[in-house]
């Protein structure tokens, strides 16, 4: 009931930029926040940025001032803006979703299917 498509990685160079989208799609839910979760290779999954459907937002240290949650309402759209990139960014970038399907009593988490972001020096 809540898909989630994330767009926007790719190859960059350290220094540079990329601008990762998510768009969640389906009916009878609500989102109560939306976010970025990134896996490295050998490493598990950890926090990038979330952000509230209130507008409140959370970052991890190691992004703090380089990277920028925003989110469209109106299409419950997620965007990272990353800036700055490090060799260290290189990661499966994971869109997540905190939702309400209506038809259950509940919040979920969901998770799109990733997009890669390789940064090289």
């Known amino acids: 009931q809540v898909q989630l498509v994330e767009s926007g990685g790719g190859l960059v160079q350290a220094g540079g930029s990329l601008r990762l989208s998510c768009a969640a799609s389906g009916s009878g839910f609500n989102i109560d926040a939306m976010g970025w979760y990134r896996q490295a290779p050998g490493k598990q999954r950890e926090l990038v940025a979330t952000m509230t459907s209130g507008g409140g937002t959370n970052y991890a240290d190691s992004v703090k001032g380089r990277f920028t949650i925003s989110r469209a309402d109106t299409n419950n759209t997620v965007y990272l803006q990353m800036n700055s990139l490090k060799p260290e960014d290189t990661a499966v970038y994971y869109c997540?979703?905190?939702?309400?399907?209506?038809?259950?009593?509940?919040?979920?988490?969901?998770w799109g299917q990733g997009t890669q972001v390789t940064v090289s020096s």
């Open positions: 997540n979703a905190v939702a309400v399907v209506y038809i259950l009593a509940n919040a979920r988490s969901y």
